[in-house]
């Protein structure tokens, strides 16, 4: 190949070395000190007083409960966003319609808006003092301060994971598959189940992982919303912070070691995806 192609393919070959490995190391210095350190950290604090006194933080009837409140809200989040996406990702790239560019808007608002915000929206909608607080509680409904206002503010945080993964990469694909099918006979759903879903399904479930680890994260509108109450409305997040204010350091790192190990389970399981997406793309 003419090398005067290649550097232009390719314009990052031309740049010294030096000035390679120094960025390559500047990066390298960077996420060690902000990122593992910090999470090798996590796990010295908590098995510092041994594996006994780990166990018993993990065991402990606040903190199963807490666990509890995480994977129930992230299970229920996750759904909740896959079917959204999917829904909002299928009507935006195989239809147009008014208000297209808007919906296309309102789906990354929660990425501009901060959670505690969006917590005081729900206290707002659904509080006792809120808009349909008094009918709710006329009817014995319960949602801030109770498990539905924790689910509600982390669906809110978490929805535009997955639409934002699926739309672009619907769009790349086009309509030209699913018209065909459309024509040949076949019906809305099948078409979907046969055509669209395995084109998006790598995509989808690469979404779902980033979607999970925001949701058992998510800490600011949970906070507003949940009411701090232990056994009850404590996730994860919440239980950490109030441990860690009560100087219980020990109990406070054990508990955080386990969103720390989920986080870096979520890491290899996003790092799988993208080399089997990657591989899908080049050979596709």
Known sequence: MDPRILELEEPHLSEPRAVRWLL???AFVFLSFFLVIPLVA?????FKKGFTVYREAILEPYAVAAIKLTLITAAVSVLANMLFGIAAAWSITKFDFPGKSFLITL?????AVS???SGMVFVLLFGMQGYFGPWLAAHDVRIIFATPGVILATIFVTFPFVARELIPLMKSQGREAE????????SGWQTFFNITLPNIKWGLLYSLIQCNARAMGEFGAVSVVSGHIRGQTNTLPLHIEILYNEYNFTAAFAAASLLTFLAVVTLLLKKMLSLKTGRKRSTG
């Open 24 to 26: 390559i190391g500047i």
């Open 115 to 117: 959670p505690v915000i």
């Open 42 to 46: 996590v796990f010295v604090e908590a």
């Open 107 to 111: 789906v990354d608002l929660p990425f």
């Open 179 to 186: 018209e065909a099918a459309l024509v040949l006979g076949a």
